[in-house]
C-alpha cells in the first residue's frame, strides 16, 4: 500500500462504505495503514469491489452488511468490527446517510423519521457502542461523523437532511465532550459537492455554480474527504475534538451579500 503510514496499526470501521464517499474514505485508510471493516447494506457487490482492491494492494479489509436505522444492528455491526479487528476498534468514520429529496409541505413524518432514524439516530448509536469499546483500550480511539455544508447553509427541499446533518454536527460537539475522559476524540467532517460519475450530466447547471464558486476552481473528490478522516484519525489531530472540519474547496468562504 502507498501512503505515509499514519493510520499503521489501526483497526477501523467506516459505514456506508459501499458509496462514492465511503469507498473513498476506505481506500485512504487503508492507504495508510489501517485494517478497515468495510460497512454496507445493499451496496454490497461495490464494497467487495473496494474490500478486494484493498487486498490485492497488500492492506487488510472486511465487508460487513447491517441495517443501521436499528439501533441492535448498530451495536452488533461495531462489536463484530472489533472482533475482526482482534478486539480493538481504533477509528470509526459514521459516513452512512440518504439525501432524497422532497418539499415540507409533502413531507410525511415517516419520511422525515426515515432521514433521521438513517442519518442522525445511526450515528448516535454506533458512537455509543464505539466508544465502550476504546475506552477499554490503550491509546482511546477517535470517531468522525460525515455531516454536510447544509448542516450550515440550507437548502430548499432538503430540511430534513440538513436537520440531521446540522444535528450529527452538535452531537459531535456534545460528544466530544463526554467521550474525551475516556480518551475518545469525536468530530465531523462537512463535505461540499462531490463529484461522481454522472453528476455533471444529471446536474449541468448546479455543476457549473459550484465550479464557479469554489475558490480552487473544481468539485470535490471522495479521496479529499478521505484525506480528511485520515487526519481526524491520526496522531496530527491528538488535540483536535469536537471541531467540525468543512471541506468543501473554499465555497463556504464566498460572501453571500
Request: include cysteine; charge should be negative.
Amino acid at each position: 500500500m502507498s501512503g505515509q503510514g499514519l493510520l499503521r496499526g489501526q483497526a477501523a470501521l467506516v459505514t456506508g462504505a459501499g458509496g462514492g464517499i465511503g469507498r473513498g474514505i476506505a481506500e485512504r485508510f487503508a492507504e495508510e495503514g489501517a485494517a478497515v471493516a468495510l460497512h454496507c447494506r445493499t451496496a454490497v457487490a461495490s464494497a467487495r469491489d473496494t474490500a478486494d482492491r484493498i487486498r490485492a494492494a497488500g492492506g487488510e479489509a472486511v465487508v460487513l452488511r447491517a441495517d443501521l436505522t436499528d439501533e441492535d444492528a448498530c451495536h452488533g455491526l461495531v462489536a463484530e468490527a472489533a472482533e475482526w479487528g482482534g478486539g480493538r476498534l481504533t477509528a470509526l468514520v459514521n459516513n452512512a446517510g440518504i439525501q432524497p429529496v422532497q418539499e415540507l409541505a409533502g413531507m410525511t413524518a415517516a419520511e422525515w423519521r426515515t432521514v433521521v432514524d438513517t442519518n442522525l439516530t445511526s450515528v448516535f448509536a454506533c458512537t455509543q457502542a464505539a466508544a465502550r469499546l476504546m475506552r477499554d483500550q490503550d491509546g482511546g480511539g477517535s470517531v468522525t461523523h460525515i455531516a454536510s455544508v447544509e448542516a450550515h447553509s440550507p437548502a430548499p427541499a432538503h430540511a430534513h437532511y440538513c436537520a440531521s446533518k446540522a444535528a450529527v454536527v452538535m452531537h459531535a460537539r456534545t460528544a466530544a465532550l463526554e467521550y474525551g475522559p475516556w480518551g475518545v476524540r469525536v468530530n465531523t467532517v462537512s463535505p461540499g459537492l462531490i463529484d461522481r460519475e454522472g453528476l455533471a450530466d444529471a446536474w449541468p447547471e448546479g455543476v457549473r455554480r459550484w465550479r464557479q464558486a469554489s475558490a480552487v476552481g473544481r468539485l470535490g473528490r471522495a479521496q479529499d474527504i478521505g484525506d480528511a478522516c485520515v487526519f481526524l484519525a491520526s496522531r496530527l489531530a491528538s488535540w483536535v475534538t469536537g471541531h467540525d472540519l468543512v471541506v468543501d474547496g473554499g465555497v463556504s468562504a464566498r460572501p453571500t451579500w
